[in-house]
């Protein structure tokens, strides 16, 4: 269970989360909404303790989760793969894959690459020269090296053309009820992520606005009034 409890957050004078409590079953799909500098990233970067929030607790399986203590978080199975190419360029597919579970069982590549043919076919390959679409299902990839139970992703289809973002979609689907990792995926693209999400939250200043089922969201005939 991963548990966000009264989260509040900020930088300096700026509060850029207020009081965020989400309680999440293991292998949940969580989507996460809201306009640019709504505190989507920063609610990220709060549970896995890549920022510290000024109130509040994130704890996973009961045990807190401390600020600025990233890799033990990843260690204990929270991934996060930020906004942007978080590849390897010069490395080769391969390379990049093993680098990533250095301190895990390296075998697992094997899973990831059933996971990801693409990757497979392409193991070879300079990872900057793969194209925007292939190196995000490779960061995907990458964080799936550290086997873990729950998987962040901020903005995953961001500059992708509409098919390679169903495609990256169906990749997040496959890896939750493949592995049964859970999801909290922040995007803008809403309606895309609806089906793929079985929760939403939409933030709006920091403040949670909308919180519930997904299907309830994507019933809403006046969706876009939420943001
Ligand atoms: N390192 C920082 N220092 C100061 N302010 C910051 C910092 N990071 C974020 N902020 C501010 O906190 C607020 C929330 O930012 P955050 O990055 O969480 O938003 P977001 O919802 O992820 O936006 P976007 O959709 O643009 O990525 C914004 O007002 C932003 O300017
Ligand atoms: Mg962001």
């Known amino acids: 269970m991963l548990e966000i409890d009264h989260v509040t957050a900020g930088y300096g004078t700026l509060t850029a989360l207020r009081d965020i409590s989400v309680a999440l079953e293991p292998g949940a799909r ?6 640019n500098g709504a505190g989507k990233t920063t609610l990220l970067r709060c549970i896995v303790g890549a920022h510290a929030a000024s109130a509040g607790s994130v704890r996973f399986n009961g045990e807190p989760i401390p600020p600025g203590r990233v890799p033990e978080t990843v260690r204990r199975g929270l991934a996060f793969v930020p906004q942007g190419h978080n590849v390897f360029p010069n490395l080769s597919v391969e390379r ?6 250095l301190l895990f069982d390296q075998s697992f590549i094997k899973e990831v690459l059933k996971v990801f043919p693409v990757l497979d076919e392409r193991r070879a390959q300079r990872a900057g ?3 925007g679409g292939e190196q995000q299902m490779l960061a995907l990839g990458m964080a799936l090296m ?3 139970k729950w998987l962040l992703l901020d903005e995953p289809s961001t500059g992708l053309a509409p098919v390679i973002v169903r495609n990256v979609m169906a990749q997040m689907r496959k890896v939750n009820e493949s592995f049964g990792t ?3 995926v922040v995007e803008q693209n809403v309606p895309a992520t609806l089906k793929l999400v079985d929760q939403a939250l939409i933030l709006k200043s920091g403040k949670a606005v909308f919180q519930g089922e997904a299907g309830e969201l994507s019933a809403k005939p006046d969706l876009w009034e939420w943001f």
């Open 30 to 35: 969580l989507g996460v909404f809201g306009h």
């Open 96 to 101: 990049n894959l093993r680098v990533s579970g």
């Open 129 to 131: 020269s793969m194209s």
């Open 146 to 148: 550290t086997q873990p």
């Open 182 to 184: 859970g999801l909290i």
